[in-house]
């Protein structure tokens, strides 16, 4: 990474986001926050430039939640850079109940795939003229129990709140496999990664400041942020993954997913039907 990167990371505002972002802004890469919400992201940015003694960052309102929002961004984006070296989808949610999006979707279903898949496409443009450009997206190895039905995107016929988060996970790493497919030869890569079981703000009600007490007694023996940016970071910026794309990765190793996640038919629904909802290209 050089001066003339420059990276966007999502959900920079806690959590591994933030970790990477902190980390990336030290290489000298001009770094853009992308937070849902202000006040939390400019604390992160205070935070960033001040532990980084990086002034290279910059703060951008997204909400992935928002079909609009998240293209108001990739044009806002485009205005303000004319180039885009590495996208890194990290936001995530786990919700305690069936929420939907400003779209009517299921909101984890939204927030953690399709606002991402519809960031990606707007951007992916700028990508492929920045090339050698990247696509980092943080899936979790929770991906290995979920499973789409595409005749119950809302799931209105079963929902549980875990079962809605590996479906995210899953359509994570199936995206980021039928991208890969799709910009191969461009100079575009695209790789997904389970960061570990880290202590963050996962899972904590954002309003109430409420977690489950048992992920609370967990995160006592979970890793750190810094830790979980750790594969982030190495997919961002490692030259040892240059030409590698579509693939999944654990501790900066390739790693194979479920077998479901490699299911190319699959993967070629979910972009169709992705493109369908949000409009996209
Ligand atoms: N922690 C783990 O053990 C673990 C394990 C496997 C995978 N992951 C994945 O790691 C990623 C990062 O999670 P984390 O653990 O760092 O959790 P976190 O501390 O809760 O951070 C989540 C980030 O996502 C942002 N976000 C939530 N909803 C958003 C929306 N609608 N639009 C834009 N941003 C939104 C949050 O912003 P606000 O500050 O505004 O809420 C926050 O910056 C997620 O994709 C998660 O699935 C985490």
Redesign the pocket.
Known sequence: MNSSDVIIV?????????ATAEALAKTGARIVL????PS?GEAALAEITRSSRCERVELMQ????SFASVRAFARCFAERYDRLSCLIN?????TRERQFSEDGYELQFA??HL?HFLLTTELLPLLTESAPARVVT?????HKIGRIDFDDINLDRRYTVFGAYARS?LANVLFTRELARRIRGSGVTANSL?????A???S?D?ETGAGSRIMRTVSLF?SS?EK?AETPVYLATSPDVAGISGEYFVKKRRRKPSQRALDDTLARRLWEESERITGGR
């Open positions: 999502t959900g920079a505002s806690s959590g591994i986001g933030k992308a937070c849902r919400s939390r997204l909400d992935l939640a990290n936001a995530g949610v786990i927030v953690n606002g943080v899936s979790s190895g929770a996970k389970h960061p570990g079981g880290v963050t703000n996962f904590i954002r979970m942020p979980g």
